[in-house]
């Protein structure tokens, strides 16, 4: 059986998208943000509107659907993947990989590392990011876990 290739792609915000963010943001990550300190929807509907950085966000479409976010700030030393959340529906098609590989050669072609933290519980996270030669460099705090890619 082969997989339907999907059209993968990026774009900027709109209106109503920090939404949409903090929705796929409750689906995707809600149980390890739950599994380490409890998911009170207040705290974390007030945490993403103080910390939600649309300048830096844009949204991941998958055949013209939204799909998901991505956070990217490049400090011009190397690429920060501030955060990239999947809604469930699209996780484990090869999504992710895509956006995350595309970035990496992007940042490699400028001679720039790509470097990233996640939660300590989200082993699957790490598991996936160690598969496109991610390498645990350390933990810069509680219940994280920095990664870093080399540019070759």
């Not at 949204?59 to 490049?74: F, K, Y």
């Not at 400090?75 to 501030?82: K, M, R």
Request: charged share 30%; hydrophobic share 40%.
């Amino acid at each position: 059986m082969t997989r339907k290739t999907c059209r993968v792609e990026l774009r900027r915000l709109r209106s109503g998208d920090d939404e949409f963010c903090f929705s796929v943001h409750r689906d995707a990550l809600g149980e390890y943000v739950d599994a380490i300190w409890g998911w009170d929807e207040p705290a974390q509907r007030a945490y993403h509107e103080e910390n939600f950085d649309a300048k830096h966000t844009q949204i991941i479409t998958v055949d013209g659907r939204d799909a998901g976010s991505l956070t990217v700030l490049d400090d011009g030393a190397e690429v920060v993947l501030g955060r990239i959340e999947l809604d469930p529906v699209y996780q484990g098609r090869g999504v992710g990989g895509h956006v995350v590989k595309a970035l990496v050669a992007e940042a490699a072609s400028r001679g720039q590392d790509v470097v990233l933290e996640v939660l300590d519980v989200n082993t699957r996270a790490k598991a996936f990011y160690e598969r496109l030669g991610f390498v645990e460099t350390g933990r810069p705090g509680p219940h994280k876990i920095a990664l870093r890619y080399t540019a070759p």
